[in-house]
């Protein structure tokens, strides 16, 4: 089998009820730029990132993956991923100007593409070909319920649905409002309503100082929160470590960690508990592997954050050891041909041969902005 062509996609997929907002971002919509690798097999693989819809930007990351990258597949076995992603993440003209950031997205969008084309030719969902079973439990939380922008009646009322009527036994709230008697007071009002048996979690999305995230992370405790998600400074280690050693609530972070290596100054710091890789922040599932592994060698739980909306983490959750839970954002998924599935809490296995992200005939018609 040998790639052929490469076909720019970026969709934008609206996000809930028009507009959702956590500390430190407010959107309209979801982004996924990103490729579909044609081979001359007739197999089509798709892969794609996770923005924040920013169409100048967006283009930029799929004129990367088509013109930088894609030179440098075409007449390649897409099978041979591992070593196309050696091949293309030392390209010294690419890596010269970005070693993180856009050029890491697109080869993200491109190792998503490649392991999807590398199941459909094995005729295997992604979590079979990776060794992994149907018969794990791997358990769904939600995070669609507690933007920071839904007013404490609707959060509460979203919470509340979200267990009662849906069936999920944890859920995420966002934190780092402006005043934080009003975080206060959000946690108690949804701890109440979801009652003490349901895990809670909060995310700052790195909006806090050390101070304020230590004054806050000592309050978590009052409502049983599982995990502080992103409490500062993306990329401050020292900080986090700080902070690790003055609350009692555990630390999880990575939706914004580029390399592996960022995971591991983290992880040999002592400075995260709940490791969240994710695979469109990552160079694809390539690099994500290698941090799931680093994570699980230190006994960490690995909770990955669904740039991809789940379509390829649940994937890896079947397979990977170090990974029992996912969250949930339902943003893509009236756009997928094989749209993640959650019964009783928990992720159905998916069945359709592939890496999860293959988009709908209707999606390229409505909401492809490429
Ligand atoms: O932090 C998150 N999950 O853990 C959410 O994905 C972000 O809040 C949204 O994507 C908006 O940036
Ligand atoms: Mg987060």
Same mark, same amino acid.
Request: glycine share 8%; aromatic share 8%; proline share 6%.
């Given at each position: 089998?040998?790639?052929?062509?490469?076909?720019?996609?970026?969709?934008?997929?609206?996000?809930?009820?028009?507009?959702?907002?956590?500390?430190?971002?407010?959107?309209?919509?979801?982004?996924?730029?990103?490729?579909?690798?044609?081979?001359?097999?007739?197999?089509?693989?798709?892969?794609?990132?996770?923005?924040?819809?920013?169409?100048?930007?967006?283009?930029?990351?799929?004129?990367?993956?088509?013109?930088?990258?894609?030179?440098?597949?075409?007449?390649?076995?897409?099978?041979?991923?591992?070593?196309?992603?050696?091949?293309?993440?030392?390209?010294?003209?690419?890596?010269?100007?970005?070693?993180?950031?856009?050029?890491?997205?697109?080869?993200?969008?491109?190792?998503?593409?490649?392991?999807?084309?590398?199941?459909?030719?094995?005729?295997?969902?992604?979590?079979?070909?990776?060794?992994?079973?149907?018969?794990?439990?791997?358990? !769904?939380?939600?995070?669609?319920?507690?933007?920071?922008?839904?007013?404490?009646?609707?959060?509460?009322?979203?919470?509340?649905?979200?267990?009662?009527?849906?069936?999920?036994?944890?859920?995420?709230?966002?934190?780092?409002? #402006?005043?934080?008697?009003?975080?206060?007071?959000?946690?108690?009002?949804?701890?109440?309503?979801?009652?003490?048996?349901?895990?809670?979690?909060?995310?700052?999305?790195?909006?806090?100082?050390?101070?304020?995230?230590?004054?806050?992370?000592?309050?978590?405790?009052?409502?049983?929160?599982?995990?502080?998600?992103?409490?500062?400074?993306?990329?401050?280690?020292?900080?986090?470590?700080?902070?690790?050693?003055?609350?009692?609530?555990?630390?999880?972070?990575?939706?914004?960690?580029?390399?592996?290596?960022?995971?591991?100054?983290?992880?040999?710091?002592?400075?995260?508990?709940?490791?969240? #890789?994710?695979?469109?922040?990552?160079?694809?599932?390539?690099?994500?592997?290698?941090?799931?592994?680093?994570?699980?060698?230190?006994?960490?739980?690995?909770?990955?954050?669904?740039?991809?909306?789940?379509?390829?983490?649940?994937?890896?959750?079947? !397979?990977?050891?170090?990974?029992?839970?996912?969250?949930?954002?339902?943003?893509?998924?009236?756009?997928?041909?094989?749209?993640?599935?959650?019964?009783?809490?928990?992720?159905?296995?998916?069945?359709?041969?592939?890496?999860?992200?293959?988009?709908?005939?209707?999606?390229?018609?409505?909401?492809?902005?490429?």
């Amino acid at each position: 089998m040998k790639i052929t062509r490469l076909v720019p996609i970026i969709l934008h997929a609206p996000v809930t009820r028009g507009s959702i907002a956590d500390s430190t971002h407010s959107i309209t919509h979801w982004g996924a730029p990103g490729v579909a690798i044609e081979t001359d097999a007739g197999l089509t693989g798709y892969g794609f990132s996770g923005t924040h819809a920013h169409l100048a930007t967006d283009r930029l990351i799929v004129d990367c993956a088509v013109h930088s990258y894609g030179p440098l597949l075409l007449g390649e076995d897409p099978r041979e991923v591992r070593a196309l992603w050696e091949k293309l993440h030392k390209h010294a003209p690419v890596q010269w100007v970005g070693r993180a950031g856009l050029t890491h997205l697109a080869l993200g969008a491109i190792d998503i593409a490649l392991w999807d084309l590398k199941a459909k030719a094995a005729g295997q969902p992604l979590w079979k070909l990776l060794g992994g079973s149907a018969a794990k439990k791997v358990e !769904a939380y939600n995070t669609d319920g507690g933007w920071l922008n839904w007013p404490i009646e609707t959060l509460v009322s979203d919470c509340r649905r979200l267990v009662e009527s849906e069936g999920y036994r944890a859920v995420k709230i966002k934190v780092g409002s #402006p005043d934080p008697a009003t975080d206060l007071r959000r946690l108690e009002a949804v701890r109440a309503a979801i009652g003490p048996g349901v895990r809670l979690m909060t995310d700052a999305n790195g909006k806090l100082t050390l101070p304020e995230a230590i004054r806050l992370g000592r309050r978590l405790a009052d409502y049983d929160v599982v995990w502080f998600e992103e409490p500062t400074a993306f990329d401050d280690v020292l900080a986090h470590r700080r902070l690790v050693e003055a609350i009692e609530t555990p630390i999880a972070l990575g939706e914004q960690l580029y390399l592996a290596a960022q995971f591991r100054d983290f992880i040999h710091a002592g400075a995260v508990h709940f490791v969240q #890789p994710d695979v469109v922040r990552l160079a694809g599932i390539t690099e994500f592997w290698q941090v799931a592994d680093l994570a699980h060698s230190y006994s960490l739980p690995v909770v990955p954050h669904v740039g991809d909306m789940c379509q390829v983490h649940q994937h890896l959750c079947f !397979a990977h050891p170090g990974c029992r839970l996912l969250e949930y954002i339902p943003w893509l998924r009236d756009w997928m041909k094989h749209p993640a599935q959650i019964r009783d809490g928990h992720f159905i296995a998916p069945e359709a041969p592939g890496a999860g992200m293959e988009p709908t005939a209707d999606a390229l018609a409505r909401i492809n902005r490429a």
